[in-house]
């Protein structure tokens, strides 16, 4: 089982950036794939990126178009951290930004969520 945290969101004008940060708990964290998901108001919830578990030490990253070349998913085994670097960032990135882990096809761990604003 893996427990989530998610911290960094907040206010910030458009152009700015923000680091969002997800502490895991639990073991072999290492082996689980991780996720930044978000919810804007008004709309379904969205997968953003994705750090892609392979097997052994190798990790692919995938991202939504619409944040491709803004957005970076990184993640720290040893600290059992994941973050999310968000640059250049639009009014339109407002919304509930969520960490999410899985090992098998859905992801079935998620944190509780952070506020990300952005003003135009």
């Known amino acids: 089982q893996v427990q989530l945290v998610e911290s960094g969101g907040g206010l910030v004008q458009a152009g700015g950036s923000l680091r969002l940060s997800c502490a895991a708990s639990?073991?072999?964290?290492?082996?689980?794939?991780m996720g930044w998901f978000r919810r804007a108001p008004g709309k379904e919830r969205e997968i953003v990126a994705g750090?892609?578990?392979?097997?052994?030490?190798?990790?692919?990253?995938s991202y939504a178009d619409s944040v491709k070349g803004r957005f970076t998913i990184s993640r720290d085994n040893a600290k059992n951290m994941v973050y999310l670097q968000m640059n250049s960032l639009k009014p339109e990135d407002t919304a509930v930004y969520y960490c999410a882990a899985k090992r098998d096809a859905s992801y079935d761990y998620w944190g509780q969520g952070t506020q990300v604003t952005v003003s135009s």
């Open positions: 750090l892609n578990w392979s097997g052994g030490s190798v990790y692919y990253t």
């Open positions: 639990g073991r072999s964290f290492e082996s689980y794939t």
